[in-house]
């Protein structure tokens, strides 16, 4: 009797276990605007990475902004129309997948709440939310990614983007990743989860405040004895980097998703030189 | 109190160039959630005891009618008396009423934030009461006559030696002539100053942490022991407390202040925390004659069944701003009026008009660090995202921002047009950033480069532009 319900049981277990044959294949990139405007390289590393964890990655070409621009302003219905156009732009794949944590917040946890008044898209909206994810997120919960093959000569400090780590959980993934990277070694400055001031439109609508804020970072990264900063949302790394830069400091700023896949040796974000991957 | 938050801005920029206040505030960002942080690893169940005090607030709100009756039923059995103020107008009217029929020339107050919301001090100074600050904190800002700029320590805005010169300045009159440069020594001046004025006071004036419905009593939590005066001592005592402030139990009352001193201060429990359930009974041995509890509305029952209810789940601890990294560059005063921070940028609208504070929810990078550590779990960035929908359908917003956002979505809802333009705004920046990497100035874009390097894209198109060449 005892060994027919541990099989019944175990049947059971065994189906409601995520396997690698039920992991998502197929995978929609969602660039961000930032990275298709000012580092294609973050969105080349992240299809990198995807292809080599085993997933099959298409870049919908209707995509274009999340809508955070409008809903932060308090433009409703801008967001709803923007968000019903990226809806659809992503129909259809098992996963969405973004290189930063703030758009990929936007889409998982965002966007249900705009339709509250309109089932059909709500449902819509919650499907999509239930399959988008931050890229480290999903290298790492979802696909099972332990290490990367890359290598990078320096010492690296992450700055946990805000979105990403308080509404995604975006903490250990990447810096279990970075830790697999050759020759790169892992400082971590005193407060990497205070805001680095960039806020979107907050930055130019108080640069003052955003530019205390963005100081004291910087002093903070600069204490943690790294070469590099690192992290996983563009907007961010191009606040810290542009005080960083304005200051004179020598440290090198780039995505996370960049060093992962081997692409360290890029110039760095704000620095001279050819940056098309190869 | 007289508000200055429509001079937001020039608020900040008096902040950001004070060396005394960032000195404060350095001291103030690590020191307060470093403590939190401890004290929240301490307490295993934490994070279920701060899912049971949001429920327990939600469920109170959900019935305030209910245990506002409730709480005024047992005062009154008590022997005590009920004010019901609508506006701040009507509470300082029935306060200084109060003061005036008891005779009273001088009222001890303990630490009271409503105090402050309904500017109690300047109505009796105009009717001839002095109102006596007993709380360290605001004793000293009632001496240098500022406003609080926290809602737990509200001189945390000052430096130990401004402290010694406002106790100097005020103290030399009473034969104080030495200035101390040693906080003890500044604790023991005022605490001397400070007890002939509790023993000389007619009333005692306190605010409330929460009023329990099920006793009838007020509940109060201090580090000084200066509430325990300010109520006993005198012959009368009034609590001012707004109305989200009752909670049913004080089985409730042990599970708030289980989260209340530990996102306050780290502390597991408050220094003093005390219970006042009426006047004087025959046979106490002290207590006030007269016991009145002032319920205070101003607004808040306009926020009930709105998409801000959740704010008024509120304990008032001073988490939100503890964590936040704006108030932690500007300070309190900056915010211009009572309640600063989180709580603030969501609070104040309401309590006195977005169009006065319509830069308080803005001024946030939704960094969402506030919602984090709140101990009844207030969604703040949420409420501070619905005030900036309701200045946006009220076009509050700034022309500017309303008219650059226009532009944009026309552009990012035409995704073949987005992309041409994309694609020319990544070739210009490209082109003249390529010697250095990035610009020091950009036209239109001075907000970011006053202070910051703008990073310049490497050459070679879009990612949608390079993406179709390679995998067409």
């Known amino acids: 009797m005892h060994a027919i319900f541990a099989a019944a049981i175990l049947a059971t277990v065994s189906q409601s276990l995520p396997r690698p044959s039920a992991r998502p294949r197929r995978i929609a990139l969602f660039v961000t605007c930032l990275v298709d405007l000012f580092r294609p390289s973050v969105g080349f590393a992240a299809v990198k990475l995807l292809e080599r964890a085993g997933c099959t990655v298409d870049v919908p070409p209707l995509q274009v902004c999340c809508g955070q621009p409008a809903y932060n302003t308090g433009d409703r219905a801008t967001t709803r129309a923007i968000a019903a156009q990226v809806i659809a732009a992503f129909d259809g794949y098992d996963a969405v997948v973004a290189p930063s944590g703030s758009c990929g917040g936007m889409l998982s946890h965002h966007y249900p709440g705009l339709f509250d008044d309109d089932p059909a898209m709500q449902a819509r909206a919650k499907d999509l939310a239930g399959r988008s994810y931050e890229l480290m997120a999903f290298l790492v919960d979802v696909m099972g990614i332990e290490t990367v093959e890359a290598r990078y000569d320096g010492a690296v400090t992450y700055h946990d983007s805000c979105s990403g780590l308080r509404e995604l959980g975006v903490k250990d993934q990447p810096r279990r990743l970075l830790q697999s990277v050759d020759g790169l070694a892992l400082r971590e400055m005193k407060s990497p989860e205070v805001c680095c001031g960039f806020g979107g439109t907050f930055c130019v609508k108080y640069p003052e405040i955003s530019n205390a804020m963005v100081g004291e970072k910087s002093a903070d990264i600069a204490a943690s004895g790294a070469d590099t900063l690192v992290a996983g949302d563009l907007g961010c790394l191009m606040n810290m980097a542009g005080k960083l830069q304005r200051e004179g400091s020598p440290i090198h700023v780039r995505h996370v998703a960049e060093v992962l896949a081997g692409m360290g040796d890029l110039p760095a974000i704000g620095e001279p030189g050819r940056g098309e991957p190869g | 109190m007289e508000s200055t938050a429509h001079h937001f ?58 245990y506002l009756e409730e709480f005024e039923r047992k005062v009154l059995a ?57 709380d360290l904190g605001e004793y000293i800002i009632q001496l240098r006559r500022e406003p609080p700029s926290h809602i737990i320590a509200p001189a945390v805005h000052l430096t130990k030696d401004q402290v010694a010169d406002t106790f100097l300045e005020h103290h030399r009159k009473l034969g104080f002539t030495k200035r101390l440069t040693e906080r003890n020594d500044l604790v023991a001046e005022a605490r001397y100053v400070l007890r002939q004025k509790f023993v000389d006071a007619d009333v005692g004036l306190t605010g409330a942490n929460f009023l329990v419905a099920e006793t009838g009593s007020s509940m109060l939590v201090t580090n000084e022991g200066n509430a325990d005066l300010s109520n006993t001592l005198p012959r009368m005592h009034i609590v001012l407390a707004s109305i989200e402030k009752v909670i049913p139990t004080l089985e409730d009352a042990a599970v708030l202040l289980r989260v209340l001193a530990r996102s306050a201060t780290g502390q597991e429990s408050s220094a003093y925390t005390t219970l006042n359930t009426g006047p004087k009974r025959p046979g106490d041995l002290d207590g006030p004659e007269h016991y009145h509890v002032v319920l205070l509305d101003n607004g808040r029952s306009g926020v009930l069944g709105t998409e801000m209810q959740e704010i008024l789940r509120c304990i008032r601890c001073g988490a939100c701003m503890n964590h936040c990294p704006v108030y932690g560059a500007i300070g309190g005063h900056a915010y211009g009026w009572v309640y600063p921070g989180p709580l603030g940028a969501v609070l104040t ?103 910051r390097d703008f990073p310049a894209p490497p050459a070679g198109g879009t990612f949608h532009a390079q993406w179709s060449r390679r995998r067409p």
């Open chain 2, 349 to 451: 609208p309401q309590l006195i008009g977005v169009e006065d504070a319509g830069n308080l929810p803005n001024a946030s990078t939704f960094c969402g660090r506030c919602e984090s550590v709140c101990p009844v779990r207030i969604p703040l960035p949420k409420l501070m995202r619905h005030w900036r929908e309701r200045e946006f359908e009220r076009h509050l917003t700034p022309t500017a921002v309303r008219q650059g956002l226009a532009l944009w979505s026309f552009v990012a809802r035409r995704p073949r047009l987005y992309r041409r333009l994309a694609g020319l705004a990544n070739r210009m920046l490209a082109l003249f950033g390529r010697a250095e990497g990035r610009y020091r100035g950009l036209p239109l874009a001075s907000g970011w480069t006053r202070f």
């Open chain 2, 78 to 134: 008590l022997g005590g008396h009920v004010h019901w103020a609508p506006t701040a107008a009507d509470a300082r009217r029935i306060i200084g009423e109060l003061c005036r029929g008891a005779g009273a020339r001088t009222v001890a107050k303990s630490k009271s934030m409503v105090a402050e919301e309904i500017a109690l001090n300047e109505h009796l100074e105009e009717i001839g009461i002095e109102p006596i600050e007993t």
């Open chain 2, 9 to 66: 801005r020039q608020n900040v920029g008096t902040a950001l160039a004070d060396p005394n206040l960032q000195d404060s505030l350095a001291k103030l960002k690590v020191g307060f959630s470093e403590r939190r942080r401890q004290a929240a690893e301490r307490l295993p169940e934490f994070e279920a005891l701060r899912d049971r005090a949001r429920d327990i607030k939600n469920h109170t709100l959900a019935n305030l009618d209910f």
